[in-house]
């Protein structure tokens, strides 16, 4: 089993930049596609970000090309999502997610994912 801790939402103002991080536990991830979703109110969970398996290549959603990069640490098992250029549209919750087998690469739906974090909230204001 694999458990997801995320941290490093909060408040921010529109045109600001906070960085997300998803701590991994229980097994080694360097292995895994891991990938962040978001889910405003009232809205159905979308994906935002993935990097894969080595050769660790990354993949965005259009809405966050430019403004938000996903990147890896896996001495420290752990993923980050830096977010960059807010907007209140980004408000939602973000959840972090570990997928174990190797496959296409464009992992954009939730049943490619294995395992979930409890998601961080991420407040933009105008």
């Known amino acids: 089993q694999v458990q997801l801790v995320e941290s490093g939402g909060g408040l921010v103002q529109a045109g600001g930049s906070l960085r997300l991080s998803c701590a991994a536990s229980?097994?080694?991830?360097?292995?895994?596609?891991m990938g962040w979703f978001r889910q405003a109110p009232g809205k159905d969970r979308e994906f935002a970000a993935l990097?894969?398996?080595?050769?660790?290549?990354?993949y965005y959603a259009d809405f966050v090309k430019g403004r938000f990069t996903i990147s890896r640490d896996n001495a420290k098992n752990s993923v980050y999502l830096q977010m960059n250029s807010l907007k209140p549209e980004d408000t939602a919750v973000y959840y972090c997610?570990?997928?174990?087998?190797?496959?296409?690469?464009?992992?954009?739906?939730?049943?490619?994912?294995?395992?979930w974090g409890q998601g961080t909230q991420v407040t933009v204001s105008s």
């Open positions: 997610a570990a997928r174990r087998k190797s496959g296409n690469f464009y992992y954009t739906q939730m049943y490619e994912y294995d395992y």
């Open positions: 990097i894969s398996q080595s050769p660790y290549s990354t």
């Open positions: 229980g097994r080694t991830v360097s292995s895994y596609a």
